[in-house]
Each structure stands twice: as structure tokens, then as C-alpha cells.
């Protein structure tokens, strides 16, 4: 759902996943506020699958990555880029800094390391061991044998800053860092080097991710300047918390984007909640996508994490499902939902789309909807009797029997407006207030006392399985 013509500015982000679970609500997030920044600025939107995790990647979660995107209409401006297909680039930039001594190799074993590291501490007073740069100065430059690549911090002392578009400036002391490693000893390049060579590969002015990469940011920025590459601007989101400020659990709602197609959520409507879970404009809940185009700036996302809140998901998706046209509510159903719908309903595709009119007002997500369509179509197996004699009315056998009654006549058009003159007629002459006579027929229909229009359902249900049922209430209560 392109609203903007990209590539119209210079601005260029990208959403990087690593394929080794399926796609969660906090990274769909970052994909959607990317996205976002893209169109307000007419810039790009991109995609890069960091998959340098070998053991823990797998092409399954690749897959599951784009059906998400898809489902979400998140997919890239430009052909996504598969990290690992970049290996020969990444090998030839290690080679080039070695060369101009901004990298080195480092034979040290485990052994050596356990001796030469020392415990330093960080700003966050965790402590860490530090490399204390033995095979940087070392002589013997032909030693053959296993070894990784480490940067060559620069000599200088200063501290490393940048200025994070959303939390402000933020600087890290030199002594927090080591003449950290590069390339492992099998020769593959590390996370914080690839990202760094991709970025200007794919020219990246801007990078929006989560706040915990912040602690990457500074190794990334001496990269960039190493290899001589233009350094982004950067800006980190807050964490989405569980209900209780914690960071959020499968429990609290952290699970598979999909799972949530599967729950029923549309993806506008996920989408749209998503969107305020750290970003505001005013006090405006419900957005179009032209809207969140036009008034997105990284300057309104909040500094704190957001809570996630089920519940008000469900709400958003409520209002969504409202405004939807009964046709398109059936045509999501069929496609994510139950695409065999019309084999195990009988229902033709108008009087699916009536069945949805009736309950598209009293659902939160499609799954309900779908529920609630089957409930009417199989009716009710068996009543909780015992539970039903105590709140329904001593007479209810002779009133469903005054009902039967009147329902019978062939003449009858079985239309819900007749219909429901016909029960008016029916609880006047049992002496008792429609409500009284709808709740139990309701109950015979659907299994409940509570739903849409009685004279609707029984129209739907149609005549000869509307009889059978109410008089198979009638029987289970003699």
C-alpha cells in the first residue's frame, strides 16, 4: 500500500530480521516505523536478512519473515538482501584494513587469553574481560596457525558519541572497549562488521532500530570510519514492556506476528496499535495509513518503553472490523482463516456476507466472527439443561410450543421482518414482552440468549432447521 513514490530523497532505511524465529511483535514494529520514516521523508524502505548466525539460522524462518511482511504489506522497496550471500565483499573489506593495519590477526589460544584479558567494567558496572593487544605488537608477522581478526582500536583516548535521533546524545568511554574481533577463526566475518559493510553497500542514511542495539553503536561508528563509509544517523526505540513494566513475554503477547493473523487481527488494525506503542500524535487513536504517512517524526516516539495491552488491541481491532464491508470480512476469512468455508457451511456468498452483517458489531477479532458464523450454521448439540431451567421462565415449553404453532403454516414467508411480526403476535398472545419469547428461541437457534435479532437468525437458519432445533430445545426441558 505504496502512498508515497519512493526514492524521492535521499533518505534510506532498512529493517534487518535475523531468520532464527519467526517474526515478533517488537520487530514488526521496527519494520512499520521504518517504513513510516521512509514514506514521510519519500525516501526507501529495504529489507537485509542477517543470517550470519549459521547454527540458528534457517531458511524456514526466512520464509516466515516474508509471509509476515506480506500479511502486513511491509515488503521492501527493492530486492531484499541475504547477508551471507554478501560473504565474498565482507572477506575482501577484512583484507583491505588489514592491509592498511586498521585490522590484525591475533593467534592468541585460550590459553593465552585466559592470562592477557583483564576484567574491566562498563557504564552499566558489568564486568567484561579486555584484550590487551599482545599480537598487535608483536614481531613475528609470518606466524602460521589458527587466528582471528581483530580491529585496531584507534591510539586516541576520546569517547565515542553520536547523537541518537530519538534519545538525544548518548557517549561511551574508550575504556569500555578492546580491540574487539572481526572475523572468527573460521574465517567468517562478525555481526558488528557485516551490518557495517552492508549498510554502505545498500546506502543506508538511517537506522531505526531497537534500543538494544545501542550497546553496537559505538563498535559500528569506528567501522564506518575505518573503512571510510559516511555513518548513518541512528535511532533507537524503546522496548515494548509487558503489563507489568517487565520486558514483554510469550505470556504478556511476544508471539509470532502470524500467530496473531491466525488469532483473527487484521493487519491494519495490528498495525495500527503498534504504531501508538511509543508514538503519538495528540490524543488520536485510529489511523490511515495516509495519516501516519503525513504526521510521523521520529521526534514524537517516546523515550520509555510502551506497555503492550491486549485488550486495547482487541478494541482497535474491533473498530476495524466495524468499518469493513461484509464482502472483505468474508474474502480475509477465506483467505487466512478457513479458505474451505463453503464446503462446511451451505451458505451462499450473499448470505455468508448477511451472517457477517449481523455479527460484525459484536466481535473483536475475525476469529470470533468465524466462530460465531459456524455456531449458526451447526446449531447447538446439547443444552446445559440444569442451567437453563434456572434462567428461563417456568412456561418456556407452552410459549417455543405457541411458537411451533405459528412457525408451521406453509404459507409463511420466511423473511425476517414477517418473522418478526410473527412473534410479536406470538409473546402477545402468551402474555409476555418479546424479550421473554426471543431469549429462549435464541437459545434454540445459537446455544445463547444473547446475540443478534432472533427474526435474523431465524431467516438465516432458514425454516425447516429452525423448527428442528427449537423443538429440540423443547424436548431437552420436558
Request: with cysteine; glycine share 6%; charged share 20%.
Amino acid at each position: 500500500m505504496s502512498l508515497l513514490t519512493t526514492g524521492g530523497s535521499g533518505v534510506r532505511v532498512r529493517f534487518a530480521p535475523a531468520p532464527t524465529g519467526h517474526l515478533h511483535v517488537g520487530s514488526l514494529r521496527t519494520a512499520l516505523f521504518n517504513w513510516m520514516f521512509a514514506r514521510h521523508h519519500g525516501g526507501t524502505y529495504l529489507l537485509r536478512i542477517e543470517d550470519t548466525d549459521l547454527e540458528r539460522s534457517k531458511t524456514e524462518y526466512t520464509e516466515s519473515i516474508i509471509t509476515s511482511l506480506t500479511w502486513a504489506d511491509l515488503l521492501p522497496d527493492e530486492p531484499f538482501v541475504i547477508q551471507t550471500h554478501r560473504d565474498a565483499q565482507h572477506r575482501h573489506v577484512i583484507e583491505q584494513l588489514l592491509a592498511q593495519g586498521k585490522a590484525y590477526r591475533c593467534y592468541c589460544s585460550p590459553q593465552e587469553l585466559a592470562v592477557r584479558c583483564t576484567k574491566a567494567t562498563n557504564e552499566q558496572d558489568e564486568l567484561f574481560f579486555s584484550y590487551d593487544g599482545f599480537c598487535r605488537r608483536r614481531q613475528d608477522a609470518h606466524r602460521t596457525g589458527t587466528y582471528v581478526v581483530r580491529f585496531a582500536l584507534p591510539d586516541n583516548n576520546e569517547p565515542i558519541f553520536f547523537d541518537d535521533l530519538i534519545k538525544g546524545r548518548i557517549t561511551f568511554e574508550r575504556s569500555y572497549f578492546d580491540d574487539f574481533i572481526i572475523a572468527r577463526s573460521d574465517g567468517r566475518p562478525m555481526y558488528n562488521f557485516v551490518v557495517v559493510v552492508d549498510d554502505a553497500f545498500m546506502r543506508i542514511t538511517h537506522i531505526i532500530r531497537g534500543e538494544d542495539h545501542i550497546a553496537n553503536t559505538p563498535k559500528q561508528i569506528l567501522l564506518y570510519q575505518a573503512c571510510g563509509y559516511q555513518v548513518p544517523q541512528f535511532a533507537h526505540l524503546p522496548m515494548i514492556l509487558g503489563p507489568g513494566g517487565h520486558r514483554l513475554s510469550k505470556r504478556d503477547g511476544a508471539v509470532a506476528v502470524l500467530d496473531y493473523q491466525k488469532d483473527g487481527y487484521l493487519p491494519d488494525a495490528f498495525e495500527n496499535y503498534l504504531i501508538r506503542l511509543g508514538w503519538s500524535h495528540g490524543d488520536q487513536e485510529i489511523f490511515s495509513r495516509a495519516e501516519v504517512v503525513n504526521y510521523f517524526l521520529l521526534e514524537n516516539v517516546g523515550k520509555k518503553g510502551a506497555i503492550f495491552d491486549i485488550a486495547k488491541l482487541a478494541w482497535v481491532n474491533s473498530m476495524y472490523i466495524k468499518h469493513k464491508s461484509d464482502a472483505e470480512l468474508l474474502a480475509y476469512i477465506q483467505r487466512y482463516l478457513a479458505p474451505a468455508l463453503r464446503t462446511e457451511v451451505g451458505w451462499d456468498m450473499q448470505t455468508l456476507c448477511q451472517v457477517i452483517g449481523l455479527y460484525k458489531d459484536r466481535v473483536k477479532t475475525i476469529r470470533e466472527l468465524l466462530d460465531e458464523i459456524l455456531a449458526l450454521w451447526h446449531g447447538p448439540s446439547l443444552f446445559d439443561v440444569p442451567q437453563l431451567k434456572t434462567t428461563l421462565h417456568n412456561q418456556v415449553v407452552q410459549h417455543l410450543d405457541t411458537m411451533l404453532t405459528a412457525l408451521m403454516p406453509h404459507e409463511i414467508i420466511w423473511q425476517a421482518a414477517d418473522l418478526k411480526l410473527i412473534m410479536q403476535q406470538c409473546a402477545s398472545t402468551c402474555g409476555i414482552k418479546f424479550v421473554d419469547l426471543a431469549g429462549p428461541v435464541r437459545v434454540a437457534l445459537i446455544g445463547k440468549s444473547t446475540g443478534p435479532g432472533v427474526s435474523e437468525l431465524l431467516a438465516l437458519v432458514g425454516k425447516r432447521e429452525a423448527l428442528r432445533r427449537i423443538m429440540m430445545l423443547k424436548s431437552a426441558l420436558l
